[in-house]
């Protein structure tokens, strides 16, 4: 078994991203890569959010910051210098959800910083959380990445940060900064080089545990006109802001698996266009449940107690 590790020292989010999908696209069988990287002042949305719901994005634009769209669903995260990001890619069955997870939970841990999972996609430290996760798949290729607040500034998160009122009533929280902790907060040795250090020296000893083979990646390995392209879609405000559509009834509901912003444009009570913006971290359900709302009538009941009828029932009131 091979295990690669690549830690990017550019702050450039469009490269990073770049970067990432290229060895996404690159993995081989019987491969685990680690991949650790940062960005400075910039915003992340999940694959399927509405960038202008999520954050204040003209005011961000105009401080100087940069908007950058997942390949994965989940929310909006903000990220500066002080958030290490890190990303787990391999073949099934070499993928490991759990082992992941050990992994970097292990790598705090060395720090004397007790954690625990929490919820779809959190960790969190005696209650607060300072990382979270994010999937995506294409094939048999699996991808699993997070954060990992250091010392991310977190007036900069409120700032920026605009989470429908409804999430933050659920959850029973003043605003998006008031459940967060960085690292650095409950360890002063935490810092975002020797969290990278600890995070390498777990994926080695994982590597020597697997009685594998260990190869640490360089920007030359990449082929850098591919690279280019990645990063000409990630930069363009086609894939940031995405597609909306004209619509005359809109539901905005919240289910176990995220928010739903659901606007249809409709004639004579049929959906004729759809769209719907979520935190969901299921990328392809969300597409799956646009297509099965496409041409039903806001009227019509479905069978069950699923989350088309509710939408349904949502967009007739």
């Keep these: 078994m091979r295990f690669r590790l690549f830690c990017s020292t550019s702050l450039d989010v469009y490269l990073n991203q770049s970067y990432e999908k290229e060895l996404f696209d690159t993995a081989d069988e019987g491969e685990l890569t680690l991949y650790l990287w940062r960005n400075d002042h910039t915003i992340v949305i999940g694959r399927h959010q509405d960038a202008k719901s999520e954050c204040r994005l003209s005011l961000f634009e105009e401080e100087g910051g940069k908007l950058a769209r997942r390949i994965s669903g989940g929310g909006a995260v903000y990220h500066d210098k002080g958030n290490l990001n890190f990303t787990f890619i391999a073949k099934e069955p070499v993928y490991d959800l759990k082992q992941n997870q050990e ?29 979270g996760n994010a999937f995506y798949k294409e094939g048999n290729t699996r991808l699993h990445h997070g954060t990992l607040l250091i010392c991310t500034d977190p007036e900069k998160i409120s700032r920026y940060l605009t989470p429908p009122l409804m999430k933050l009533k659920k959850r029973g929280i003043a605003s998006v900064g008031s459940r967060v902790v960085n690292l650095s907060e409950l360890n002063g040795a935490v810092t975002a080089a020797s969290m990278q250090k600890a995070l390498t020296e777990a994926f080695k000893c994982l590597c020597k545990d697997k009685g594998g083979e260990f190869y640490e990646m360089k920007q030359s390995d990449f082929d850098a006109a591919e690279i280019e392209k990645k990063r ?69 009941k479905t069978d069950g107690e699923g989350d088309a009828s509710k939408i349904l029932e949502a967009l007739n009131g």
């Design 103 to 131: 992994l970097i939970m292990g790598a705090v841990r060395s720090f004397n910083i007790e954690c625990e999972l929490s919820g779809r996609n959190d960790i969190l430290s005696d209650g607060r959380k300072f990382s």
């Design 232 to 300: 000409a879609n990630f930069y363009s405000r086609e894939y940031l802001l995405g597609e909306d559509i004209s619509f005359d009834k809109r539901a905005e509901l919240l289910f176990d698996s995220g928010l739903f912003d659901v606007r249809a444009k409709t004639e004579g009570g049929i959906i004729k266009e759809v769209k719907i913006f979520s935190d969901c971290l299921d990328i392809d359900y969300i597409k799956s449940l646009e297509n099965y709302l496409l041409g039903k009538s806001v009227y019509s």
